[in-house]
């Protein structure tokens, strides 16, 4: 991504970052942060950005907004810390928030961390990710602890069957936090094309799905993921269905392409300017 891509206050990156409660001024690429409640997440957060950190609430909700930057390759990240969550089905606050984030913030690349020793787990919500967006590593932390109870990951073929790179770390020690960061680059950047492991439904539901996405794109014009809405709806996805019926999905859609929206300088990063 070019390094003044987002820049410009008024291109549609920043109306949907500020939408969502976060600045990307100065920044080459914005990175999501997401995975389990003790995974390790926020040793990761913490490593990367340092100092350069700031807190404060998701735009009407009481759940903690968590955000950083750091520098790698010589260009400028915006670590976006989300709510810890075992899935995006946003039956509460906190896996609605990460939810839309990913949805609508479309960030450069989401970083899913995991925990090496509960592996099987931590992969459900790797999985619902890898259905919202193409640009995604997983950092398949804990890898000392696993080892410690006989546990070996094999990272090489986890990234091969999840189509997406799998880069086993050890965040309390910065352990290959370095080749982490490298596949975050060139996944932000386009240089590493994935190609994520999306289930698929028997001949029926795949019909219905073809059949849904024009209608959702319709109903809620520039949608980004109208496959995984459509899917939520055959799930019974009660929120997701009041958002489309409503119209509340067409509504944040278009906030989320208003040219001529602006963010506040007051939720800038501190200390990362």
Request: one cysteine or more; charged letters at 20%.
């Amino acid at each position: 991504m070019a390094a003044d891509s987002h820049a410009c206050e008024t291109c549609p990156m920043h109306t949907e970052m500020a939408q969502l409660g976060a600045a990307v001024g100065g920044f080459d690429s914005v990175i999501a942060l997401a995975g389990n409640p003790n995974t390790g997440k926020s040793t990761l957060f913490n490593a990367l950005t340092g100092l350069k950190q700031h807190t404060g609430n998701w735009p009407g909700k009481t759940v903690t907004r968590a955000e950083g930057a750091f520098q790698f390759g010589g260009k400028r990240y915006k670590l976006v810390d989300l709510p810890g969550t075992y899935s995006l089905l946003s039956a509460s606050d906190d896996e609605e928030v990460a939810r839309n984030f990913l949805l609508f913030g479309r960030p450069d690349c989401t970083v899913v961390v995991v925990d090496a020793s509960a592996l099987e787990r931590n992969l459900y919500l790797v999985l619902q990710v890898l259905e919202i967006t193409d640009r995604v590593v997983v950092a398949v932390n804990l890898i000392d602890e696993a080892k410690r109870r006989g546990i070996e990951v094999d990272a090489r073929s986890l990234s091969r069957d999840l189509g997406v790179p799998a880069v086993p770390i050890v965040a309390r020690t910065s352990e290959n936090v370095m080749g982490l960061l490298q596949e975050v680059a060139n996944v932000a950047s386009g240089e590493t094309v994935t190609k994520p492991l999306r289930s698929r439904g028997t001949p029926e539901f795949e019909r219905a799905v073809t059949k849904l996405v024009p209608m959702i794109e319709a109903a809620a014009p520039g949608v980004p993921n109208a496959r995984w809405i459509a899917i939520r709806l055959l799930d019974g996805d009660a929120s997701v269905e009041e958002a489309l019926t409503t119209g509340r999905l067409a509504e944040l859609v278009a906030k989320q392409q208003a040219p001529d929206q602006r963010f506040s300088r007051k939720i800038a990063l501190q200390g990362a300017q």
